[in-house]
Nanobody, 115 residues
C-alpha cells in the first residue's frame, strides 16, 4: 500500500505563500498522475490541481488557477503545491492522492489563511 504524507501547512496572512509537500512511498509513484485536494470545515473534499506522471501536464480548479502551482520530483517520490496570493477561502485541510484516488487518504496538512 502506498503511503501518502502531507506537510508544509500552517497559518499565513492573506496574500502570503506556502509550499506543501506530499511524500509517497513505493516504487510505482512515477507511474501515477497525482493530485491535490482540500476539505474546508463542513464541506466536501474538492479537487485543487493535478499533474501527469511525467510532470508535463497540469490542470487546476478555477478557484486556484494563476495562484497555485503543482509540481513533482519523481526521484524523491514527492509532489508539491506552491500556493501564492492566499485567500481566507483557501483555508482547508489539504490532501494529496493518486489520480484516480486510492480508497484511502493521508492525514492531510492544515492551511489557515487569516484576513
Amino acid at each position: 500500500q502506498v503511503q501518502l504524507v502531507e506537510s508544509g501547512g500552517g497559518l499565513v496572512q492573506a496574500g502570503g505563500s506556502l509550499r506543501l509537500s506530499c511524500a509517497a512511498s513505493g516504487r510505482t509513484f512515477s507511474s501515477y498522475a497525482m493530485g491535490w485536494f482540500r476539505q474546508a470545515p463542513g464541506k466536501e473534499r474538492d479537487f485543487v490541481a493535478t499533474i501527469s506522471w511525467n510532470g508535463y501536464s497540469t490542470y487546476y480548479a478555477d478557484s486556484v488557477k494563476g495562484r497555485f502551482t503543482i509540481s513533482r520530483d519523481n526521484a524523491k517520490n514527492t509532489v508539491y503545491l506552491q500556493m501564492n496570493s492566499l485567500k481566507p477561502e483557501d483555508t482547508a485541510v489539504y490532501y494529496c492522492n493518486r489520480i484516480p484516488p486510492f480508497d484511502y487518504w493521508g492525514q492531510g496538512t492544515q492551511v489557515t489563511v487569516s484576513s
